[in-house]
């Protein structure tokens, strides 16, 4: 059952929020405009006032879903100020773990119907602000990336995709304790040369 009835306040949010239930339980392809507002309890026109098509809504949850991931990687490498290397492995768990929380809406952030011409300045913000959040693991001064910091950020962020694709398609273990380790490890040893000792 997707959601409660809408009564009052954020109108443009209960639509994003409705449309990622129903995009979790039914896909793109069942997704439209009226459902939305059935499942909300407004006028079919009511989410128009917001989104002037699905493709815009897809958008705008997309955009909110790199903008998590980016806050989610600066919580996690928040708690080891100190360690890089400890700021790398609990990023890329947190990554994992995000994904797994919302595997419809992590695929349409990397697929889906949206044209490259549909894409505004606010989402491509909002990607380029989840990769710093990565990239500020290896270089946190805010100086323009080198090529080691980008090439490494590139890296890891291959390597929590294929973890995370593999796992949402069911090619990896369900249990998500054995899922961080396998995150972990993968870590160590993509990253075994990056590190000082500490």
Same mark, same amino acid.
């Given at each position: 059952?997707?959601?409660?009835?809408? +009564?009052?306040?954020?109108?443009?949010?209960? !639509?994003?929020?409705?449309?990622? =239930?129903? %995009?979790?339980?039914?896909?793109?392809? =069942?997704?439209?405009?009226?459902?939305?507002? @059935?499942?909300?309890? &407004?006028?079919?026109?009511?989410?128009? @006032? +917001?989104? #002037?098509? @699905?493709?815009?809504? %897809? %958008? #705008?949850?997309?955009? =909110?879903g790199f903008q998590k991931?980016?806050?989610?990687?600066?919580?996690?490498?928040?708690? +080891?100020?100190?360690?890089?290397?400890?700021?790398?492995? &609990?990023?890329?768990?947190?990554?994992?773990?995000?994904?797994? =929380?919302?595997?419809?809406?992590?695929? $349409?952030?990397?697929?889906?119907?949206?044209?490259p011409d549909e894409v505004?300045?606010?989402?491509?913000?909002? #990607?380029?602000?989840?990769? #710093?959040?990565?990239?500020?693991?290896?270089?946190?001064?805010?100086?323009?990336?080198?090529?080691?910091?980008?090439?490494? *950020?590139?890296? &890891?962020?291959?390597?929590?995709?294929? !973890?995370?694709? $593999?796992?949402?398609?069911?090619?990896?273990?369900?249990?998500?304790?054995?899922?961080?380790?396998? *995150?972990?490890?993968?870590?160590? &040893?993509?990253?075994?040369?990056?590190?000082?000792?500490?």
């Amino acid at each position: 059952m997707v959601g409660t009835r809408y +009564h009052h306040g954020d109108l443009e949010q209960a !639509i994003i929020e409705t449309a990622k =239930e129903m %995009l979790e339980q039914s896909g793109i392809a =069942e997704l439209s405009l009226r459902d939305i507002a @059935k499942h909300i309890g &407004v006028s079919h026109q009511a989410p128009y @006032k +917001h989104f #002037a098509s @699905k493709a815009d809504v %897809l %958008l #705008a949850i997309r955009t =909110e879903g790199f903008q998590k991931l980016a806050a989610a990687t600066r919580r996690a490498t928040a708690k +080891h100020p100190r360690s890089p290397r400890l700021q790398l492995e &609990v990023a890329a768990i947190s990554y994992v773990r995000l994904a797994l =929380e919302s595997p419809a809406v992590y695929q $349409l952030m990397f697929g889906g119907p949206i044209r490259p011409d549909e894409v505004g300045p606010e989402h491509q913000a909002a #990607a380029r602000d989840s990769f #710093a959040a990565l990239a500020e693991i290896f270089q946190p001064n805010g100086a323009p990336y080198s090529e080691t910091t980008t090439l490494r *950020t590139r890296l &890891v962020w291959a390597m929590v995709h294929g !973890i995370a694709s $593999l796992r949402i398609n069911g090619y990896l273990s369900d249990q998500s304790e054995g899922l961080d380790e396998i *995150t972990k490890s993968a870590c160590r &040893v993509l990253s075994k040369d990056w590190f000082a000792a500490r």
